[in-house]
Nanobody, 129 residues
Framework: QVQLVESGGGLVQSGGSLRLSCATS????????VGWFRQAPGKEREFVAG????????NYADSVQGRFAISRDISKVTVYLQMNSLKPEDTAEYYC??????????????????????WGQGTQVTVSS
């Protein structure tokens, strides 16, 4: 199991920016693919962005493509989600998730919640219009 701690959420006006962080103390975090998901009230949890364990392969939901950027700092065992041009529809609880993909292909980025077995507690992002 990997403990994940999200931070960086908050209240921002439409068009503003936030940077979310997903931190762990696990030294082997570089073996894990990491994804960001979000869940708004009454809606299913949805994929936002993901990064492979190498950090070289990225994947984004169409709704955030060009506005959000995921990156990882291997040395600091942290994954970031830079969110720009935020919209009210981005309002949700944001979750970081991790999956050990060391035995799989290095470019693999899992896209669905069931493919991840480690989750953080979430951080709230609220975008006002």
């Amino acid at each position: 199991q990997v403990q994940l701690v999200e931070s960086g959420g908050g209240l921002v006006q439409s068009g503003g920016s936030l940077r979310l962080s997903c931190a762990t103390s696990r030294r082997t975090f570089s073996n894990y693919a990491v994804g960001w998901f979000r869940q708004a009230p009454g809606k299913e949890r949805e994929f936002v962005a993901g990064v492979s364990r190498t950090g070289l392969d990225l994947n984004y939901a169409d709704s955030v493509q060009g506005r959000f950027a995921i990156s990882r700092d291997i040395s600091k065992v942290t994954v970031y989600l830079q969110m720009n041009s935020l919209k009210p529809e981005d309002t949700a609880e944001y979750y970081c998730a991790a999956r050990d993909t060391f035995s799989g292909k290095p470019y693999w980025v899992p896209l669905t919640p069931v493919e991840y077995d480690n989750w953080g507690q979430g951080t709230q992002v609220t975008v006002s219009s």
